[in-house]
């Protein structure tokens, strides 16, 4: 199995990944408004997220030297697109019949 598909399963096959996602897509994007967006996350996990998520490169981090201390995150052009395909997914859910 290739590093890239790796990559992406860890992305896909984690809610947290996907909730992180979606949240930053729609403009949440600084890490305790995210904790607080994201029903259940703990403090830790969403760490991990946002670090596996920028080194994968589907997030950008940006830190702003100010007092108090500003992290944002934004979605670059890789998670643009993955962002589309997750949506084509719930859409494909949504207007599907049960599959028995």
């Not at 990944?17 to 904790?35: D, F, K, Q, W, Y």
């Not at 997220?49 to 490169?57: A, D, F, N, P, Q």
Request: hydrophobic share 40%; aromatic share 4%.
């Amino acid at each position: 199995m290739s590093k890239n598909y790796q990559k992406l399963e860890d992305v896909i096959g984690c809610k947290w990944s996907v909730s992180v996602l979606l949240a930053v897509a729609t403009g949440i994007n600084r890490p305790g408004m995210l904790e607080k967006h994201i029903d259940g996350i703990s403090t830790k996990v969403l760490s991990e997220r946002l670090r596996k998520l920028t080194v994968y490169g589907l997030l950008d981090k940006h830190s702003f030297a100010e007092i108090p201390p500003r992290t944002e995150y934004t979605l670059t052009l890789l998670g643009k697109k993955l962002i589309s395909i997750i949506q084509q997914i719930h859409e494909l859910d949504a207007n599907s019949t049960d599959i028995h």
